[in-house]
């Protein structure tokens, strides 16, 4: 029965995806001899949090996720970034595929706000990998295994290509989601006051309540 091993060797900005992507290289080794003629594979990606060090900006900006920095003992923990399906073509031996993982840069979603939060260095990240293999067995019949639970890679994403990546697809800019009822709200200030652009109208509600603060 198959017994495969898994790694990442590294990492890229997916040049013509719809949505902003990330191919990571991933690596499978069979330590056993049959040929593989596909696998099913199941990966749940994770933060690391703990596993780097943040600057005094950085821990400001992770306020929302973790609270104050004298609790992150108790407060930092692993954060679930997102689960991919792949299908792997046959292989013999050991294969390098690509495995694509699409990305947003809505700050609602909890890893968006961290990765927005870094400035430079490494995201450690946690590769937890499950699903079936389909091999042929002795006499080139068709089996199938379950891939272990304990299955696992790890891989530090470096904070500079996910920056390369959302520069790519938002150039110089950054993108939040409002409620209906807000951006309704928001649009009738925006013509109300004859604003040309969603940029002029933000800047206009921030100079109001920085002035009625200062007042």
Known sequence: ???????????????????????FKLRIDNLKDEPIRSVALNTQIRIAAAGRHYDVAEQERLLELFGEPSRWKDTLRSLLWTHTVLQVPRFSGSTVVDMPITCTYDLEV??????????????PLEFLFSGTVFYAAEGGW?????????????????????KEMMEQ????????????????????????????????????LLLTSEQEVER
């Open 142 to 162: 068709l089996q199938t295994a379950r891939i272990s639970w304990e299955k696992e890679a790890e891989y530090r994403l470096p904070v500079s290509l996910w």
């Open 110 to 123: 909890v890893a968006a706000k961290y990765f927005h939060a870094l400035e430079d260095g490494e995201v």
């Open 1 to 23: 029965m198959p017994d495969l091993e898994f790694g990442i060797e590294g990492a890229e900005v997916a040049r013509f995806a719809a949505v902003p992507s990330l191919l």
């Open 169 to 204: 697809y938002f150039p110089n800019s950054a993108w939040i989601r409002l409620h209906r009822d807000a951006f309704d709200r928001l649009y009738e200030f925006k013509v109300r006051k004859g604003l040309p652009t969603w940029e002029a109208t933000v800047e206009a």
